[in-house]
């Protein structure tokens, strides 16, 4: 695992996946109450064949903006991460964490993401899924929705869009919340309304995709 103080470039051009997380989504206070001694697992989900490699992760505060984090997880095998090093040297008070397969342009593959999660010590794990967006220009409203993918991870085109509960969480950041019973292979598909004016309707307004796998 790499860590570096770099300038991760957020929110280019339009709409940015920054953090897909399983959940429970550890809080800054789970975080702060952590020993020195203690780590957090991170780990992604069992996933399809259909997938493939590579599996990278990066990690970045966005309270900060410049503390970033690499690792390659296509062996699917959890890594830890020491928490309080990561704390005290990035002053890390919030976090996103996303993993993906990049897109590859030879065999016409886009990039898939899959949630990361943050375990605990001691702590129970969760069903559902956060998801945090970043847009290029502050925003009005938003409006997030999926569409099942196929085994080929193709979008199910003849299945209606079905709407996903949305919170600002400011002027350019949303936050998409995903319950269990989602199916596995989906198309998050996000459309905002600029601020000063813009009589956008949502419904119709373009998409930013994202095709999401979190498990077999």
């Given at each position: 695992?790499?860590?570096?103080?770099?300038?991760?470039?957020?929110?280019?051009?339009?709409?940015?996946?920054?953090?897909?997380?399983?959940?429970?989504?550890?809080?800054?206070?789970?975080?702060?109450?952590?020993?020195?001694?203690?780590?957090?697992?991170?780990?992604?989900?069992?996933?399809?064949?259909?997938?493939?490699?590579?599996?990278?992760?990066?990690?970045?505060?966005?309270?900060?903006?410049?503390?970033?984090?690499?690792?390659?997880?296509?062996?699917?095998?959890?890594?830890?991460?020491?928490?309080?090093?990561?704390?005290?040297?990035?002053?890390?008070?919030?976090?996103?964490?996303?993993?993906?397969?990049?897109?590859?342009?030879?065999?016409?593959?886009?990039?898939?993401?899959?949630?990361?999660?943050?375990?605990?010590?001691?702590?129970?794990?969760?069903?559902?899924?956060?998801?945090?967006?970043?847009?290029?220009?502050?925003?009005?409203?938003?409006?997030?929705?999926?569409?099942?993918l196929g085994a080929d991870l193709k979008p199910e085109l003849d299945k209606p869009e079905t709407v996903l509960p949305s919170q600002t969480a400011s002027l350019r950041q949303?936050?998409?919340?995903?319950?269990?019973?989602?199916?596995?292979?989906?198309?998050?598909?996000?459309?905002?309304?600029?601020?000063?004016?813009?009589?956008?309707?949502?419904?119709?307004?373009?998409?930013?995709?994202f095709d999401i796998v979190t498990s077999r």
């Open positions: 695992m790499c860590e570096g103080l770099i300038s991760v470039p957020f929110g280019a051009p339009d709409v940015s996946l920054v953090g897909l997380m399983s959940e429970p989504v550890p809080s800054d206070a789970d975080l702060k109450s952590l020993k020195s001694a203690d780590r957090v697992t991170i780990s992604i989900p069992d996933l399809p064949t259909t997938v493939g490699q590579p599996l990278r992760m990066k990690g970045a505060s966005l309270s900060g903006g410049r503390y970033f984090m690499a690792a390659d997880l296509s062996d699917g095998k959890p890594r830890t991460w020491d928490v309080k090093h990561f704390r005290d040297h990035a002053a890390l008070l919030s976090f996103d964490f996303v993993a993906f397969r990049p897109a590859d342009q030879q065999k016409g593959a886009d990039v898939v993401y899959v949630p990361v999660r943050l375990t605990l010590p001691s702590k129970p794990t969760g069903k559902g899924l956060r998801i945090r967006l970043l847009t290029a220009r502050p925003f009005e409203g938003a409006r997030a929705t999926y569409l099942p949303l936050v998409v919340s995903v319950p269990g019973e989602t199916p596995s292979a989906f198309r998050l598909l996000v459309r905002t309304c600029l601020r000063k004016g813009d009589n956008c309707d949502l419904e119709k307004s373009t998409a930013a995709t």
